[in-house]
């Protein structure tokens, strides 16, 4: 399991996380990016060779990424380039549609920027919709994520979990951990 942090937050964020997961059992590791920045398209592309360094480092097969609101967006961007290397998807807080449109960070973004955002996601969910497990958590009471942009009507394979956390609260939240242990493979 390797996984991907928030907007402008770093690894040590799902620390918590990882360690739990390596508490069952799980080979649970950060993404290798140090801070999460904010252009979706650059990010993946720097991290897709880093995953092949990673899912080679381990046993070979592909990995299980988790990634919390934009860490969700880019480890779902991930899964759609390479499906080689990705095996399943856990998000919480992560917006599935309508880019940066329906946060509170939208505004950072610009109203062309957001709606440049929202059509190649749209595009990419209408035409090549995510066939691997995807696990979409999200709750009503985000607070930064409207939670309506969280559900996911295009992934082939998807289960949508709702919880009762703050969007900051995701990443620590027993029930989010239990989630997601429980969408990761023995």
Same mark, same amino acid.
């Given at each position: 399991m390797i996984d991907i942090p928030g907007w402008l937050t770093g690894p040590e964020t799902l620390a918590p996380l990882r360690w739990y997961l390596r508490s069952l059992g799980h080979d !649970?590791?950060?993404?290798? =990016?140090? %801070?999460n920045g904010s252009n979706v398209e650059d990010t993946v592309e720097q991290f897709e060779p880093e995953l092949e360094r990673l899912v080679a480092r381990g046993d070979g097969r592909p990995a299980a990424l988790v990634g919390w609101s934009l860490g969700g967006v880019i480890a779902r961007e991930t899964a759609r380039n390479r499906p080689d290397l990705v095996d399943r998807v856990v998000t919480f807080g992560t917006?599935?549609?309508?880019?940066?449109?329906? *946060? %509170?960070?939208?505004? %950072?973004?610009? *109203?062309?920027?957001?709606? %440049?955002?929202? !059509? =190649?996601?749209?595009?990419?969910?209408?035409?090549?919709? =995510? !066939? =691997?497990? &995807? *696990?979409? &958590?999200? *709750?009503?009471?985000?607070? &930064?994520v409207d939670w309506k942009a969280c559900v996911d009507p295009w992934a082939l394979d998807i289960r949508h979990v709702e919880v009762r956390s703050s969007h900051f609260g995701l990443g620590v939240a027993p029930d989010v951990w239990a989630i997601t242990a429980a969408a990761l493979p023995a």
């Open positions: !649970a590791c950060e993404w290798g =990016l140090g %801070r917006p599935a549609q309508g880019g940066p449109s329906f *946060t %509170r960070g939208a505004s %950072r973004f610009g *109203t062309e920027e957001c709606a %440049r955002i929202a !059509a =190649l996601q749209d595009d990419a969910n209408r035409n090549d919709p =995510l !066939a =691997l497990p &995807v *696990t979409a &958590v999200f *709750t009503k009471n985000d607070g &930064v």
